[in-house]
Each structure stands twice: as structure tokens, then as C-alpha cells.
T-cell receptor, first 117, second 109 residues
Framework: NAGVMQNPRHLVRRRGQEARLRCSPM?????VYWYRQLPEEGLKFMVY????????ESGMPKERFSAEFPKEGPSILRIQQVVRGDSAAYFC???????????????FGQGTRLTVV | GEDVEQSLFLSVREGDSSVINCTYT??????LYWYKQEPGAGLQLLTY?????DMKQDQRLTVLLNKKDKHLSLRIADTQTGDSAIYFC?????????FGAGTTVTVRA
């Protein structure tokens, strides 16, 4: 059972370009979470999605950022018109269930390190 | 609110015990976690403790929870060079994890 797969591992974009980050959850997991890690900081929650639904996007910047988790295929975090401040590591996690209790642990991918030049 | 704090650095000699401390603020947290991050890698779940427990032991790892003081610690016995990494404390409320900034543990020979 492969873990959470993210690609690409590293992404370099010029200011103004678009960045698309992909995340395939663990097999059987339908809950996906995106977190951002700025340099020398902890991870900050961005968005929580289930298949075809955004459940909580309270941590997403209001502009330029969007996320989806379609019925088929990976979850996508999209950043339009990137700026230098978007440079960070973006981590995806998935869980079998959500909330408190057994089998709600979040398993993290290896992250995508975005560098905006 | 969600605010998790940890000391930033810890240097320990190989074979000694490491203790990493963490404080959190959300009294409604149901689970508290310790994650390990090696350079360039993702987060590996090390261990977790349910909020109604005081202690959990798992091989070389011991987690202590003082719910009254909202203090969590991770003790690594017989620290090895492979334990060098960043350790993140995280509290969970509902489905959302709130992380500390991480403690960089350096193991010296």
C-alpha cells in the first residue's frame, strides 16, 4: 500500500506563473488535507477536502489559491500568479476517517517544495 | 485558539536520552502527536497520545502529557545518529492539526 504521493517534489516557477501541485492519497483514503510550511515554521492548515467537496478552506489565502479533489484522479492545489512569498513546502495528508478516534491519523506525503524566482 | 510552542534546538550526545518539550493552548484537543521530519522528507508519524492519558511508551519513545499545564514531552532513550531530525509537536482538534515550529535535534558522537 503506497503512501501519500505528491508530485512534483520540487517546482520552480517565475513570478506570475501558475503552480499546480498534485497529491494522491493513500489507497482507500477519501479525506485529504493540504498544509503549507514556510521556512523555519511549523505546518499551517490550508484546506480539507473530500471527494468532489471542499469541507474547510479557512486556511487558504483568499486570492490566487484553489484546491480540488475530483471524483477520479489526484487532489490538486493550484496557485495562480505566484509571488516570492508563495515559496514554501506544501504537504498533503490523507486519512481514512476524520475527526477523533481510531483510523483518523493523517499520513503525510513528502511534500512539494515550491520556489518562486 | 491554536498555538503550539516548542524549543527550537536540542543537542544531545549519542547514547544519552533526549527530551523535547511542547506546550499547547487548545484544551479541547483530543489527540496530541509527535512527527519526525528528516531533511528533504515528509512528516513521519512517530507516536500519539489520547488526551485522557498521562503517559505512553513505545519502544525507545516515551510521551508524557500534563493536561492541566497543557505540556507534552517526548523522551527518546539511547539516542542514535539516525534520530537527528526535526521533531514537530501537533495538537488535533476535530480534523485540524496545529503544529509547533519544530525542534531540531542534533546527535553528536
Amino acid at each position: 500500500n503506497a503512501g501519500v504521493m505528491q508530485n512534483p517534489r520540487h517546482l520552480v516557477r517565475r513570478r506570475g506563473q501558475e503552480a499546480r501541485l498534485r497529491c494522491s492519497p493513500m489507497k482507500g483514503h477519501s479525506h485529504v488535507y493540504w498544509y503549507r510550511q514556510l521556512p523555519e515554521e511549523g505546518l499551517k492548515f490550508m484546506v480539507y477536502l473530500q471527494k468532489e467537496n471542499i469541507i474547510d478552506e479557512s486556511g487558504m489565502p483568499k486570492e490566487r489559491f484553489s484546491a480540488e479533489f475530483p471524483k477520479e484522479g489526484p487532489s490538486i492545489l493550484r496557485i495562480q500568479q505566484v509571488v516570492r512569498g508563495d515559496s514554501a513546502a506544501y504537504f498533503c495528508a490523507s486519512s481514512l476517517y476524520q475527526g477523533a478516534g481510531l483510523d483518523t491519523e493523517a499520513f503525510f506525503g513528502q511534500g512539494t517544495r515550491l520556489t518562486v524566482v | 485558539g491554536e498555538d503550539v510552542e516548542q524549543s527550537l534546538f536540542l543537542s544531545v550526545r549519542e547514547g544519552d536520552s533526549s527530551v523535547i518539550n511542547c506546550t499547547y493552548t487548545d484544551s479541547s484537543s483530543t489527540y496530541l502527536y509527535w512527527y519526525k521530519q528528516e531533511p528533504g522528507a515528509g512528516l513521519q508519524l512517530l507516536t500519539y497520545i489520547f488526551s485522557n492519558m498521562d503517559m505512553k511508551q513505545d519502544q525507545r519513545l516515551t510521551v508524557l502529557l500534563n493536561k492541566k499545564d497543557k505540556h507534552l514531552s517526548l523522551r527518546i532513550a539511547d539516542t542514535q545518529t539516525g534520530d537527528s531530525a526535526i521533531y514537530f509537536c501537533a495538537e488535533k482538534s476535530g480534523y485540524k492539526l496545529s503544529f509547533g515550529a519544530g525542534t531540531t535535534v542534533t546527535v553528536r558522537a
